[in-house]
């Protein structure tokens, strides 16, 4: 009997050791409320960003826009309307992009967050939403770099 809990003993501690030391991040789930806000955003044309906030009581704040130009100009617009929806509500919660056009990237947002700074989180954001943005309108991606050159 002793040798078993001895066994159980040292079986929990590498457990907790282990679990520790790993590399997961805490992934809030996504309210039921909100994914009947998904549903309408997935109906929406393409160019479109779903950004949400959501507290580990699961109270959510979030913003979508669609139908731009460039995914870049409607992460601006679903940024802004997140922005006020978290301020309105008191949401302190940090908000990541939930979805660029159709493909959901939320787990990958938060796992890049927590693997380093908020600068590098922000960067991963902002190189995933150009990726994305260049597959859909590569010539708008162009004509963004041309004026961007020529400010």
Known sequence: MKVFVRFLFASVLVAVLAGCASDVAYIPKIPPHAQAKLLDYFEQPDNKVFIIAVDPSGNYAFGYDYGKETLKEAAKVAVEKCDASREASGIIARPYIYALN??????????????????????????????????????????????????
Request: overall charge negative; hydrophobic content about 30%.
């Open 102 to 151: 159709d493909k959901v990237v939320y787990e990958e947002m938060i796992k890049k967050a927590h693997a380093g700074s908020v600068d590098d989180e922000r960067e991963a954001q902002k190189e995933e939403l150009e990726e994305e943005d260049a597959e859909v309108n590569p010539d708008a991606t162009e004509d963004a770099e041309a004026n961007e050159a020529s400010e």
